[in-house]
């Protein structure tokens, strides 16, 4: 089982599913830039795959939004060179942390009966 990270950023660019091969798998990109105050900006991309892929699609047009991302770190070696490597951040969740998502969210009632 891989560990899940998690990161908070804005979001830079939102790409287009890409569909590969017969049995329909999709992939689409999310890019989220992170340190924005920094000298040198971070800008860090996820992949998403199936359904995912859909979930990222409802983030298509908002770009500036801020965002929590939760995400594994996978790779694999090259088959036919062992020297070289490839890995990517899989997408595993996003929430919006923008204000007027936050504020559809009901507020608790306490232990006061309503009636």
Known sequence: ?????ITQGRIHHVGETEEFGDRGFRVRKIVLATDEDAKFPNFIPFSGIYEMADTIGAFAGRAGEMVEVGFVLEG???????TRFWGTNQLRSITSLADDFNAEKPEAMGDEVPF
């Open 1 to 5: 089982m891989s560990q899940i990270f």
């Open 76 to 82: 694999r070696a090259d088959k036919k060179d062992p």
